[in-house]
């Protein structure tokens, strides 16, 4: 029998969430019943809900930044246990036999991940996200939270975590490096304490200089306003690695030119729309522009295990499930202080 819980849900691209219920399935043998705690609030939540990266299937409830108890286990289960504190992120399966699955990159699954929302699961139905009170998952996609780590700060590491933790590691940030973060929201303030603790010089270049003080304390070494035109010329040719999570279009070649020789731009904000690039934004310096997205499961726990280590967590605002419309709003105009946190037992 599905078990009926209270979530959130978008409706239609233009309409605010609304409270409802969704079924979750009965836990078969290798799944495991979370208790949700805390969910993060991704701007991707945003993206999704409002069709902007193509037409969503509605009713939807999003929500990818999932840390729980759990409260079932299926009679297979083995890598988790009622009771354990544990985590879900981005996707909750993958083909599991693909060249990308075999070498333990299944965010790379050539069959496409199958996304904590908006997909398609195995038994066809639609995924739906954390925005709710529970959720069952597959074991092999959900992570354990150690210890160290509250719930709550917990949760966003678990999609702004992995997805600069990930690239961070790829391009081997550390001593040495002059790495720059682009935008101080969710991502980048995750960012920022990442690649402050793996040893990189870490530069910040926001908007404004309104966080300025927040991110020099998160462990930023420079940080600048992108407003101000002379930070482009001043700039020019500094990084081997830029971190960029901007949400929305920005001039694309005016960052390229921040790239010292051999340097990286690396792409994990998903504006909806092109964004030009001028072939002579990378010749002159053997400049690369990248992607990247989320990490894989075994990465995931790796980067948690990385944040207990060094005491990171979310700055967090914790808010009630019914003021989830209004932290939308903050997010879309920058607002956010770093990473918004629904209490799901206000769902209750
Ligand atoms: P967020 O909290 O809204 O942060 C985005 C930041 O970008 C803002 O805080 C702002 O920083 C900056 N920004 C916003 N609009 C801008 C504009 N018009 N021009 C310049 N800068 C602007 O969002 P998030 O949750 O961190 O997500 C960021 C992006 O990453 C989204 O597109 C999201 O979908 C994407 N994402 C991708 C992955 C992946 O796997 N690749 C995973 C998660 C999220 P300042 O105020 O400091 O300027
Ligand atoms: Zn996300
Ligand atoms: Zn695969």
Redesign the pocket.
């Known amino acids: 029998m599905p078990t009926t819980v209270t979530a959130y849900a978008a409706t239609a691209a233009d309409q605010p969430l609304e409270r409802t219920t969704i079924e979750r399935r009965d836990v078969g043998p290798h799944d495991v019943r979370i208790e949700i705690a805390y969910a993060g609030i991704?701007?991707?939540d945003i993206?999704t809900a409002r069709s902007e990266w193509g037409p969503a299937p509605y009713p939807l409830v999003v929500g990818h930044e999932i840390a729980g108890v759990v409260a079932e286990v299926g009679s297979q289960v083995t890598k988790h246990a009622v009771g354990d504190r544990v985590g879900v992120g981005?996707m909750v399966d993958s083909c599991r036999e693909c060249a990308q699955c075999e070498r333990g990159l299944e965010q790379y699954c050539l069959a496409g991940n199958t996304g904590t929302y908006a997909a398609i699961d195995r038994d066809g139905t639609v995924t739906q996200g954390g925005y709710a009170q529970q959720v069952v998952v597959t074991e092999d996609f959900v992570v354990r939270i150690p210890d160290g780590l509250a719930l709550d700060v917990a949760a966003p590491l678990l999609?702004?975590g992995i997805?600069t933790y990930s690239p961070l590691r790829h391009w081997k940030a550390g001593p040495g490096m002059k790495v720059a973060v682009v935008?101080?929201?969710?991502?980048?303030h995750m960012g920022v304490k990442l690649a402050h603790a793996m040893g990189a010089e870490v530069t910040v270049l926001?908007?404004s200089l309104k966080?300025q003080e927040d991110g020099l304390r998160l462990g930023a070494d420079h940080y600048y306003a992108?407003s101000d035109p002379t930070t482009f010329e001043h700039l020019a040719g500094s990084f081997d690695l830029i971190l960029n999570?901007?949400?929305?279009?920005?001039d694309m070649n005016a960052y390229l030119s921040l790239l010292a020789v051999d340097g990286t731009m690396v792409l994990?904000?998903?504006?909806p729309k092109a964004l030009p690039v001028q072939a002579f934004s990378l010749i002159p310096a053997r400049r690369t522009l990248a992607g990247?997205?989320?990490g894989s499961i075994g990465e995931t726990q790796e980067m948690l295990d990385f944040c207990a280590e060094h005491g990171i967590g979310a700055e967090i605002e914790v808010i009630d499930a019914a003021q989830v419309n209004e932290a939308w709003e903050r997010?879309l105009a920058?607002d956010?202080r770093y990473r918004f946190v629904i209490d799901t037992s206000t769902l209750a």
């Open positions: 991704c701007h991707s993206h981005c999609c702004a997805t935008g101080m929201g969710g991502l980048g926001s908007q966080k992108t999570t901007v949400s929305a279009q920005f994990v904000g998903a504006p990247s997205t989320i997010v920058s956010v």
